[in-house]
């Protein structure tokens, strides 16, 4: 470690600083940007805690059938390998006393500086240090990047397996140690089972292959085939696995070139599908402006170098945009994906501005044109980003609590937040996140209703069932003591 820290002083300044930005309000409660999809991870780790620990039957506090279209009275969550749950849930296990929100993101953080490192050897391995320095500086730096490396889901785990098994491959392909060759290949394993869409990077990995191999060498390596077949071998026992549990498969086919409401039609090379992609979302959201100026200029620069690290990174990324056109669109956690391209883009390009700049004018203006840039960058992509933190609906903790702290554990609730899963996160029980149907929901074991809004039908309940509770910021009702009955 010691040596490390000698050899490596500025990267240690780069991980210390990313560590504090992402620990910008890691207590919030789960009620920020994508909270529906953070509380269903939260949700899985905290049933592992409260019931069976059975990482091969993840479960979680929606019984509903608005994931999949079947109703899921077991509450089975179905989806990416629960490695992130596990881990969160054996930390909370051995010391309970640790809050589940804050240590989940703290967990989370600590991946992304996993990822950071990956990022920065990687670089340095192709481009050299300063532009290492450079893409972890802005991997560490990025609103975005800052804000999606500390939520409550898979995908900082997934970010940091896919770019360490790159790393990894790029040393065993460059060595070839078997010990990168395991190291590249169980990372990649738990990144495809985490998140499938890992597999898009497959071009990153050809030319990887081929930038240090003759291709007739490459052609007849038949441990490159061993490598890509045991790498999906996992993915597709899981998938297998979890088909016989269909109530928990969240619906996905939409993913691919589903209909956008708003636009009427489906977003595959629309217009609007450029507009949002590389406009709002890299443009805007990611690069705050300034900061796409350097993407072709680093990518043309190396393409003309024949470094094919980065256009084949964004071959991966066009791709995957295309394939899942609607899924990109429609959620901007989507992109997190692409982060790591995206920074080593970056950092490569500053250092080409900085070179020509310094050659053209002189070093003053070379370094006060780039730190301006990187100012405006982050500037206008925190002014989106800052909302994100936000927590809009203060009064579903209140509810939660007191829905706690009042309801058996056995309870079921429903706490109807128009299919948004966060309101029933905060009762610590499971339940439906949709209103409508009451009747049908009580014959499958709705015990109690909880709402912040007294709209018709929590008046209509009101006046029907027992009140536990009621304050000028929500209501709690017993749906098993109905108004006036004997007890």
Not at 185 to 196: G, N, V
Not at 402 to 409: G, I, M, N, V
Request: net charge positive; aromatic share 16%; glycine share 4%.
């Amino acid at each position: 470690m010691k040596k490390f820290v000698k050899q490596y002083p500025i990267l240690i300044v780069i991980i210390t600083l990313a560590f504090v930005l992402r620990l910008y309000k890691i207590s919030s409660p789960i009620l920020d940007w994508h909270s529906f999809r953070q509380a269903d991870t939260a949700s899985v780790t905290r049933e592992f805690i409260k019931d069976d620990f059975n990482p091969l039957i993840p479960k979680y506090h929606d019984l509903s059938d608005i994931q999949s279209g079947v109703d899921n009275p077991d509450g089975y969550r179905m989806v990416e390998f629960p490695f992130y749950n596990i881990i969160v849930a054996l930390i909370l296990k051995s010391i309970p006393s640790l809050p589940l929100v804050t240590t989940s993101r703290v967990v989370s953080s600590l991946f992304s500086i996993g990822t950071l490192i990956s990022i920065f050897f990687l670089t340095k391995n192709y481009y050299g240090k300063k532009v290492g320095y450079m893409a972890s500086f802005f991997f560490a730096v990025l609103p975005y990047s800052v804000y999606y490396s500390r939520v409550i889901m898979p995908e900082p785990m997934m970010l940091f397996t896919s770019t360490f098994s790159i790393l990894a491959f790029s040393n065993y392909i460059k060595t070839k140690s078997a010990k990168w060759y395991w190291f590249a290949l169980l990372s990649l394993m738990m990144a495809l089972l985490l998140k499938p869409f890992v597999a898009f990077l497959l071009p990153v990995y050809l030319v990887i292959i081929l930038q240090e191999k003759k291709f007739k060498e490459a052609i007849f390596d038949f441990r490159l085939y061993v490598f890509a077949i045991l790498a999906v071998i996992p993915f597709f026992l899981w998938r297998d696995w979890i088909s016989n549990f269909p109530a928990g498969i969240p619906a996905s086919n939409w993913l691919f070139n589903g209909e956008i409401q708003i636009e009427n039609s489906k977003p595959r090379f629309r217009p609007f599908w450029f507009r949002w992609l590389f406009w709002e979302r890299i443009t805007k959201l990611i690069l705050g402006y300034a900061g796409v100026i350097l993407l072709p200029i680093s990518f043309f620069q190396q393409l003309k170098n024949m470094k094919l690290l980065i256009p084949s990174w964004w071959l991966s990324v066009l791709i995957y945009f295309s394939v899942v056109a609607t899924g990109n669109v429609r959620h901007d956690y989507y992109q997190v994906l692409i982060i790591p391209i995206i920074c080593i883009t970056l950092g490569s390009g500053i250092l080409i501005l900085d070179k020509y700049l310094y050659k053209k004018f002189n070093a003053l203006i070379s370094i006060a044109t780039i730190i301006t840039m990187i100012s405006v960058m982050i500037y206008f992509s925190y002014d989106q980003i800052n909302g994100y933190y936000n927590i809009n609906h203060p009064e579903y903790i209140l509810a939660g609590v007191a829905a706690d702290k009042l309801l058996p554990e056995d309870a079921k609730v429903i706490a109807p937040q128009y299919s948004d899963t966060s309101f029933l996160f905060q009762t610590n029980r499971k339940g439906w996140p949709l209103g409508y149907d009451i009747d049908e929901k009580i014959d499958m074991g709705a015990t109690n209703y909880v709402t912040t809004t007294m709209d018709e039908e929590a008046k209509t309940l009101e006046e029907k069932y027992m009140i536990i509770e009621k304050t000028q910021d929500y209501l709690i009702l017993d749906l098993t003591q109905e108004r006036g009955a004997s007890n």
